[in-house]
């Protein structure tokens, strides 16, 4: 990497830490040895694989994967497949049903603690009780104020059985749903910065050259990190210059909100996020001072915030737990200067860019580096 990027890299950790808040996590810290046995490991990674399937779908609600064994054979899985839908605990019990199998004495693996209050739906620790499941192994606590062991201390005070994963598996299954065990713990949406550079540091080419620095296929996994987040963040220097459209270019994906850090309100009324608001919604940050009356009238949604810090509390209190973060160098370094970046995706493309006004790429075979950092765990 050349001098410029080393530079860029290291302005993007330091400005975590100066803050105090930048804890760089080794897959080591806190894995404990599991006391389970290798039949509930296995049953546990279903769970897991399980709830995958209502990613991009459940928002603000965590993603969870339940299975029912019963003398060693499974009789139920489910997922949380979309928000204001079954939990996966429900779902498991209904697939029981449907198989003719009754879940009673059975043991019950699920990768989040079951719900015990009332949300969208009734609490999962009544149906579990109910259908006389005598066994839970959880993957993962829930941190949330309204859960926080109160699903296992009801189990238990009704005989079941409870016991707590460790090591691989409770690892997997907080990381499975960092969003929204950080909006639980501090009410902030998990931040996630996405940038594409050169080997020689460079994140955008030459006036009136391709913007395209990575590949058609990195460029197709962004557009699916898009639909599994609830919102995309760029400043209002990338909208000027680029005029993105900011959606998931994904059939049946739910579209993020796209959001604009706009402190002067100067978003363009005839740009591409302004005319597809009936394809998703935008929502604009500006700054107390800023006259955004009429971008409100044209129908975008605006935040009045004063740093970034501000914005994110506003952000989270709208129930966005998790922001995509696409708007280049400048709002990357003011989120790493605020100390605000949780995870980062960098792809590195195997072009110099350098004063030349062509991508010309160092071996045509080669595809893209993608560095993922996870800068703390929630």
Not at 82 to 96: I, K, V
Not at 192 to 197: D, G, H, N
Not at 351 to 376: H, K, N, Q, W
């Amino acid at each position: 990497m050349s001098v410029a990027g080393v530079a860029w890299a290291r302005k993007l950790t330091d400005g975590r830490l100066r803050g105090g808040k930048l804890v760089l996590i080794d897959s080591s810290v806190n894995v404990m040895n599991s006391q389970l046995t290798g039949t509930d490991l296995r049953h546990l990674s279903r769970a897991l694989e399980l709830a995958e399937c209502g990613r991009g779908r459940v928002s603000p609600n965590p993603l969870v994967g339940a299975v029912v064994v019963r003398d060693g054979e499974v009789v139920g899985e489910g997922w949380h497949a979309e928000l204001g839908g079954l939990h996966a605990e429900r779902a498991a019990l209904a697939d029981c049903e449907r198989r003719g199998e009754g879940p009673a004495g059975a043991t019950m693996y699920v990768t989040l603690e079951p719900c015990a209050h009332t949300g969208r739906t009734p609490p999962c620790t009544e149906a579990i009780l109910e259908a006389g499941i005598s066994r839970v192994v959880i993957a993962s606590d829930d941190p949330s104020e309204k859960a926080a062991g109160r699903g296992p201390g009801i189990l238990r005070d009704g005989g079941v059985e409870v016991e707590m994963a460790s090591g691989e598996q409770a690892t997997a299954a907080r990381l499975l749903n960092q969003p929204f065990r950080k909006h639980a713990r501090t009410g902030l949406p998990l931040v996630t910065l996405k940038l594409a550079m050169s080997l020689d540091g460079r994140t955008t080419t030459a006036s009136g050259d391709s913007p395209w620095i990575s590949s058609e296929r990195s460029r197709e996994l962004v557009h699916r990190w898009r639909a599994e987040s609830d919102a995309i963040a760029v400043g209002i220097g990338t909208v000027l210059a680029d005029d993105p459209l900011l959606t998931a270019r994904i059939p049946n994906a739910r579209q993020p909100i796209r959001v604009v850090f706009d402190r002067s309100a100067r978003l363009p009324h005839d740009s591409q996020l302004m005319r597809t608001l009936d394809q998703a919604p935008v929502l604009v940050v500006v700054s107390p001072q800023a006259d955004a009356s009429t971008l409100r009238d044209a129908g975008a949604k605006v935040i009045v915030a004063d740093g970034i810090p501000a914005a994110l509390s506003e952000l989270g209190r709208r129930e966005i737990t998790s922001l995509f973060l696409e708007g280049g160098r400048t709002l990357a370094a003011a989120f790493a200067d605020a100390g605000e970046i949780d995870e980062a995706r960098v792809f590195v493309a195997p072009v110099l860019l350098g004063g030349s006004r062509r991508i010309e790429p160092l071996d045509p075979g080669a595809d893209d580096t993608l560095i993922e950092t996870r800068f703390r765990e929630w």
